[in-house]
């Protein structure tokens, strides 16, 4: 059973800001409660007050900002993120990542901020933000302050959330021109399951026509194994250049040099640096096949 707590349902942002800071560190906020409910139940964690976030309207609304960026609000549910048309059609990693999150009706539920909070190392939203360069808006009753997403996640289950805070919006630049990217993580299952590893890769890419395509900037970001979503810039120096063959193998073999994982019930780390460099590899070759995908449509255009 759940243990017993107190409810306080704040009609604004303002109000539940205020509440926070008033109660302390025995109060937590609730948004979806797909994650922190069952902390409480089968982990004992320590709660006497959830302060309902989850019909705020200042942590809704997905929208395109004036200078092309994409914005969702922390309570934007993750089946909302995956099936958003403005989404799917100027960010589709962001949808094919949180599309693999539990079941749908876990996200029906469950909130972009809720899963990005819960900072679990095996988020599967986490890896394609950490790679669209996503940054994060933060408030308190004190005040707000913006941060990059590689600053957010700070270990298992911790974030760069202070006291009273809340993770207000989610802001992605808009995509690059030339700008490709791909999402690929491996489990015993589809769905229902929490991945073993994942790999996020995006890449801006230009055509040489006679020499093939050249890499100009790359992002590379890793899921489940290490102790928060990461990125690996050693894969990402070395995407830099002509992308033959040769240059793919060892720039996803140069992921496993950032990557540190663990045993535990769901796979071993061995296997886990066994999937790395392939999950990375795979990653490329579809961001590859998109681009190659794009020139071949825009040419039956022309």
Same mark, same amino acid.
């Given at each position: 059973?759940?243990?017993?707590?107190?409810?306080?349902?704040?009609?604004?942002?303002?109000?539940?800001?205020?509440?926070?800071?008033?109660?302390?560190?025995?109060?937590?906020?609730?948004?979806?409660?797909?994650?922190?409910?069952?902390?409480?139940?089968?982990?004992?964690?320590?709660?006497?007050?959830?302060?309902?976030?989850?019909?705020?309207?200042?942590?809704?609304?997905?929208?395109?900002?004036?200078?092309?960026?994409?914005?969702?609000?922390?309570?934007?549910?993750?089946?909302?993120?995956?099936?958003?048309?403005?989404?799917?059609?100027?960010?589709?990693?962001?949808?094919?990542?949180?599309?693999?999150?539990?079941?749908?009706?876990? #996200?029906? !539920?469950?909130?972009?901020?809720?899963? +990005?909070? @819960? &900072?679990? %190392?095996?988020? /599967?939203?986490?890896?394609?933000?950490?790679?669209?360069?996503?940054?994060?808006?933060?408030?308190?009753?004190?005040?707000?302050?913006?941060?990059?997403?590689?600053?957010?996640?700070?270990?298992?289950?911790?974030?760069?959330?202070?006291?009273?805070?809340?993770?207000?919006?989610?802001?992605?630049?808009?995509?690059?021109?030339?700008?490709?990217?791909?999402?690929?993580?491996?489990?015993?299952?589809?769905?229902?399951?929490?991945?073993?590893?994942?790999?996020?890769?995006?890449?801006?890419?230009?055509?040489?026509?006679?020499?093939?395509?050249?890499?100009?900037?790359?992002?590379?970001?890793?899921?489940?194994?290490?102790?928060?979503?990461?990125?690996?810039?050693?894969?990402?120096?070395?995407?830099?250049?002509?992308?033959?063959?040769? #240059?793919? !193998?060892?720039?996803?073999?140069?992921? +496993?040099? @950032? &990557?540190? %994982?663990?045993? /535990?019930?769901?796979?071993?780390?061995?296997?886990?640096?066994?999937?790395?460099?392939?999950?990375?590899?795979?990653?490329?070759?579809?961001?590859?096949?998109?681009?190659?995908?794009?020139?071949?449509?825009?040419?039956?255009?022309?």
């Amino acid at each position: 059973m759940i243990p017993e707590f107190n409810l306080v349902e704040p009609k604004d942002l303002a109000s539940a800001l205020a509440a926070l800071e008033e109660l302390g560190p025995s109060a937590r906020p609730l948004a979806g409660g797909t994650d922190i409910l069952l902390a409480m139940r089968d982990k004992g964690l320590p709660v006497e007050t959830l302060v309902d976030i989850s019909t705020l309207p200042e942590l809704q609304g997905i929208e395109v900002l004036a200078d092309g960026s994409l914005s969702i609000g922390a309570g934007v549910t993750l089946r909302q993120v995956e099936t958003s048309a403005v989404v799917k059609c100027g960010w589709p990693i962001l949808a094919e990542g949180v599309s693999g999150i539990g079941s749908m009706q876990v #996200r029906n !539920r469950g909130t972009l901020g809720g899963n +990005l909070c @819960n &900072a679990s %190392p095996a988020s /599967d939203s986490a890896p394609p933000l950490l790679v669209l360069n996503a940054s994060m808006e933060m408030v308190s009753a004190a005040g707000s302050r913006t941060i990059p997403i590689d600053s957010f996640f700070l270990g298992v289950g911790k974030t760069a959330l202070g006291h009273g805070e809340l993770l207000k919006r989610v802001t992605v630049p808009p995509m690059k021109p030339g700008m490709v990217a791909a999402f690929v993580a491996w489990g015993p299952r589809n769905a229902m399951d929490i991945d073993v590893a994942s790999a996020a890769v995006s890449l801006v890419l230009t055509d040489g026509l006679t020499d093939g395509l050249t890499c100009t900037e790359a992002r590379v970001a890793l899921g489940a194994v290490a102790a928060m979503p990461i990125r690996a810039p050693l894969a990402e120096t070395f995407l830099h250049g002509k992308l033959g063959e040769e #240059r793919i !193998r060892k720039a996803a073999d140069e992921a +496993l040099g @950032n &990557a540190c %994982p663990i045993d /535990d019930v769901r796979s071993t780390s061995e296997f886990r640096c066994r999937l790395v460099p392939v999950l990375v590899r795979r990653a490329i070759k579809q961001a590859i096949a998109r681009s190659q995908a794009a020139d071949a449509d825009k040419g039956q255009g022309d």
